[in-house]
Nanobody, 124 residues
Framework: QVQAIESGGGLVQAGGSLRLSCAVS????????VGWFRQSPGKERDFVAA????????NYAASVKGRFTISSNNAKNTVFLQMNSLKPEDTAVYYC?????????????????WGQGTQVTVSS
């Protein structure tokens, strides 16, 4: 069974940095896209960034472009989200998800496999 497991969340002051990891286990299709989404209490789940597993195409939400960088280590089946210049509004549970179609779509319903989430809290 294919699984995605996030790690790296924590508490950081505004302006600080965190790096999230998404470890993919099982027989993942090499065409998968890997996306990061985030959700705060009472709010919709929002797209953050995505990368194509096979051609390294990337996509970013406007709110994080220039601050966050998504990358992959295919040999380790891991995708990273480097988050710099963090703001309090970045506070959310961050989820890693897999799109079996291999796209970098911004829509949560395109992603079939989801991790459990990791909490990121940015203090002012």
């Amino acid at each position: 069974q294919v699984q995605a497991i996030e790690s790296g969340g924590g508490l950081v002051q505004a302006g600080g940095s965190l790096r999230l990891s998404c470890a993919v286990s099982g027989r993942a299709d090499t065409k998968y896209g890997v996306g990061w989404f985030r959700q705060s209490p009472g709010k919709e789940r929002d797209f953050v960034a995505a990368i194509s597993w096979w051609d390294d195409t990337t996509n970013y939400a406007a709110s994080v472009k220039g601050r966050f960088t998504i990358s992959s280590n295919n040999a380790k089946n891991t995708v990273f989200l480097q988050m710099n210049s963090l703001k309090p509004e970045d506070t959310a549970v961050y989820y890693c998800a897999l799109d079996p179609a291999g796209s970098t779509a911004r829509f949560a319903n395109r992603y079939a496999i989801w991790g459990q989430g990791t909490q990121v809290t940015v203090s002012s």
